[in-house]
T-cell receptor, first 113, second 112 residues
């Protein structure tokens, strides 16, 4: 069974640009979570999608947005990139909504120059 | 501030020794989970303990939960060099609106 996949592995952008990160959950999983992990810090919860709907979002500005497609894959968009957006972005999926074991992808390393 | 806070921040031990790391949290929870992260990659789920459970075992892992003290501990027995990683606790707070909260992690180094 394939695990959670994320693309791209690495992404280098400059300030002010937009970044799009993608995530494919494990087959059968309906919930997708996005996290930001800045260097040396813990995971900061960004967004939670379930059955195509945004269920909750963390304490991030509106320029962080995303969506979940009918096949449950998800996209994270970061507009007007700032230097401090440089981080590892992790996607996770789970069988059902909220509180269950999450299966993580390998992450996308975003570098903003 | 973070809901889950791991302690210590870093731990360095020899192979064969036991490693204990702790997690404290602030609000009531449905469950608490421990994850491992190797070298800035994705996290791997280790164990989930529900709020009505006090102790759980999985292989060389032993997790305890004390809801009265709002704390949990992860014990790795007979550690191996391959256990070198960062360990995070994550809480599922009660209240319905699920926002998973992770601590900053404990960095464990096991020397061969």
């Amino acid at each position: 069974e394939a695990g959670v996949t994320q693309s791209p592995t690495h992404l280098i952008k400059t300030r002010g640009q937009q970044a799009t990160l993608r995530c494919s959950p494990i087959s059968g999983h309906t919930s997708v979570y996005w996290y930001q992990q800045a260097l040396g810090l813990g995971l900061q919860f960004l967004l939670w999608y379930d059955e195509g709907e945004e269920r909750n979002r963390g304490n991030f500005p509106p320029r962080f947005s995303g969506r979940q497609f009918p096949n449950y894959s998800s996209e994270l968009n970061v507009n007007a990139l700032e230097l401090e957006d440089s981080a590892l972005y992790l996607c996770a999926s789970s069988y059902a909504s909220g509180g269950n074991e999450q299966f993580f992808g390998p992450g996308t390393r975003l570098t903003v120059l | 501030s973070q809901q889950g806070e791991e302690d210590p921040q870093a731990l360095s031990i020899q192979e064969g020794e036991n490693a204990t790391m702790n997690c404290s949290y602030k609000t009531s929870i449905n469950n608490l989970q421990w994850y491992r992260q190797n070298s800035g990659r994705g996290l791997v789920h280790l164990i989930l303990i529900r709020s009505n459970e006090r102790e759980k075992h999985s292989g060389r892992l032993r997790v305890t939960l004390d809801t009265s003290k709002k704390s949990s501990s992860l014990l790795i027995t007979a550690s191996r060099a391959a256990d070198t990683a960062s360990y995070f606790c994550a809480t599922d707070p009660t209240g319905g609106s699920y926002i998973p909260t992770f601590g900053r992690g404990t960095s464990l180094i096991v020397h061969p």
